[in-house]
């Protein structure tokens, strides 16, 4: 009877991150929705939202330096690194309207038209990333692109000068009541489109892409996510739901680029390790030290002694030459097979 092999180290990792990482957004979800409507002690409630956002918040935080790890494409990483900032502008702007400032005008009331920035422009990056995927390192989009952030900007300015016009917000009560009652003028109608319009051709060039071979395991991804977050907005718009809107645009947001990242589609260093450990390549790197810290399933044993020589000029071992490479923050051993030319020579 054949043995099933063990679960990689990789994935027994991305298991349990996934799994920590729903843990503290559900400990989130309670600290919202059970302790905080049981409590009359304001400090106590303010220090649970506070916790709360110090879940969330970091979250958003360690993808943001995961991302700034990962990407091998310069071009990708720093829009990827630019949606993770707006997605941060985004949740701590709900933090100072919300739990903070709810009652102020008109800080509050700005950082509400805030929230528009990361759900303007985040989409429009989107496209960006869909466009970048598959090329090579050094690609630039189309400059015909380069015009939606024109329409883009347009919006912006909309919806910050409502307080002049009042076209996408309106405040029958006043300014004053702008929290509780307020309704929407007909441009929100396109600030929303652009949205929706923008996420749809996100998911739907996430598919096209997904279809290249060695990404079966994604092409169903994008969709599966789409449909939860199209199915979410409807429940939420129709009051079935409550929950903190930006925090779950947020997730689902990097849920989409991440499915990217573990899928292929998005180059990353991902499971290099593994790889190295596996290669045919008699090799191991080291620190500055001289510790070890990585080797493949080749790699012979190496006295202190004989790297140290191997930096200088390459080490005959018999079979093989040992070869010296200094990298950033250590160096590189590997051994070259000389054995058929030594065969060859005698």
């Not at 957004?25 to 939202?49: C, G, N, Q």
């Not at 290099?272 to 030290?289: C, H, K, M, N, P």
Request: aromatic share 14%.
């Amino acid at each position: 009877m054949k043995e099933e092999s063990p679960m990689p180290l990789s994935k027994k990792r991305s298991i349990t991150y996934l799994l920590l990482i729903a843990a503290a957004l559900l400990v989130a979800y309670l600290l919202r929705f059970v302790f905080h409507p049981m409590t009359e002690d304001s400090l106590l409630a303010i220090s649970m939202m506070t916790l709360r956002w110090a879940i969330q918040v970091p979250l958003t935080v360690a993808w943001c330096v995961s991302i700034r790890r990962r990407i091998l494409n310069t071009g990708i990483r720093k829009m990827l690194l630019t949606v993770g900032g707006l997605l941060l502008l985004w949740q701590v702007a709900r933090i100072i309207k919300f739990d903070y400032v709810i009652v102020t005008e008109p800080i509050g009331r700005y950082c509400w038209y805030s929230y528009y920035i990361a759900m303007i422009l985040v989409p429009l990056i989107g496209v960006f990333v869909v466009d970048h995927i598959g090329k090579p390192e050094g690609y630039r989009s189309p400059v015909w692109m380069r015009y939606l952030f024109i329409p883009a900007l347009f919006l912006l300015g909309v919806v910050f000068t409502n307080d002049l016009h009042q076209l996408v917000f309106t405040f029958p009560n006043g300014f004053e009541a702008y929290n509780s009652g307020y309704g929407y003028g007909f441009m929100y109608i396109p600030v929303m489109a652009w949205f929706f319009v923008l996420a749809l051709f996100f998911v739907i060039g996430l598919l096209v892409k997904s279809r290249v071979p060695g990404s079966k395991r994604f092409q169903t991804m994008p969709l599966l996510i789409a449909v939860f977050g199209i199915s979410f907005w409807i429940a939420y718009s129709l009051g079935f739901i409550e929950c903190d809107l930006t925090a779950v645009d947020s997730l689902i947001i990097i849920m989409l680029l991440e499915g990217a990242i573990q899928s292929g589609l998005i180059p990353s260093n991902m499971n290099y390790r593994g790889l190295f450990e596996r290669s045919t390549i008699a090799a191991r790197i080291v620190d500055g030290q001289g510790q070890t810290y990585y080797t493949s399933a080749n790699a012979a044993p190496l006295e202190k002694a004989v790297m140290e020589q191997a930096q200088h000029e390459p080490v005959d071992l018999g079979d093989t030459l040992l070869h010296h490479q200094a990298i950033h923050g250590g160096h590189i051993y590997w051994q070259d097979d000389v054995k058929t030319i030594n065969d060859l020579a005698e």
